[in-house]
T-cell receptor, first 112, second 116 residues
């Protein structure tokens, strides 16, 4: 079945550091890929998405590129802020109107 | 506009009791999903509704779990004879019907269930 693998956490960075969170997936066909974020005390919310190979999703300074050849969707940000401290989940759906399959999530802490 | 709402926000129950969790999706969203978030298992899919029917129930962990949706809106997840391993945060999400491209699922704040 479909699966998503995220790098192990937690991750602690200093403010303005560069961030990379690795995500790889296993799926048949051409899934859509997502990054969801859960800020402390808040619900899950969509950060960005990409629906086909070579698409780049971007939002709030975060970017991720759908790489079909490496089955990856790594999340990057050039300069993190304290307010980026949260749990980040990589996820996929096999198609429209389908369930999300999530990675285990990774906790990011950014210190001033 | 209003987001996805869930009630109760917290539920503490004794082992063996039945519980009902409620989800109010965003108005007009025909797709509704239940997920479970626990420390050991991460985020797991439970069931998917399209309108009032459930074409995908593959994530329900046992026959103690059931869900229904009425009027294409509110959904109730029922857990019978609760066990300690049912303790988790139960999340509901809704989305509009997509004609082909995967669309965003909007999540509610969750119900934290603790089984003593």
């Amino acid at each position: 079945g479909d699966s998503v693998t995220q790098m192990e956490g937690p991750v602690t960075l200093s403010e303005e550091a560069f961030l990379t969170i690795n995500c790889t997936y296993t799926a048949t066909g051409y899934p859509s890929l997502f990054w969801y974020v859960q800020y402390p005390g808040e619900g899950l919310q969509l950060l960005l998405k990409a629906t086909k190979a070579d698409d780049k999703g971007s939002n709030k300074g975060f970017e991720a590129t759908y790489r079909k050849e490496t089955t990856s969707f790594h999340l990057e940000k050039g300069s993190v802020q304290v307010s980026d401290s949260a749990v980040y989940f990589c996820a996929l759906t096999p198609g429209a109107n389908s369930k999300l399959t999530f990675g285990k999530g990774i906790t990011l802490s950014v210190r001033p | 506009g209003a987001g996805v709402s869930q009630s109760p926000s917290n539920k503490v129950t004794e082992k063996g009791k039945d519980v009902e969790l409620r989800c109010d999706p965003i108005s007009g969203h025909t797709a509704l999903y239940w997920y479970r978030q626990s420390l050991g298992q991460g985020l797991e899919f439970l069931i998917y509704f399209q309108g009032n029917s459930a074409p995908d129930k593959s994530g329900l962990p046992s026959d103690r779990f059931s869900a229904e949706r009425t009027g294409g809106s509110v959904s109730t997840l029922t857990i019978q004879r609760t066990q300690q391993e049912d303790s988790a945060v139960y999340l509901c999400a809704s989305s509009r019907l997509s004609g082909g491209v995967s669309v965003e699922q909007f999540f509610g704040p969750g119900t934290r269930l603790t089984v003593l």
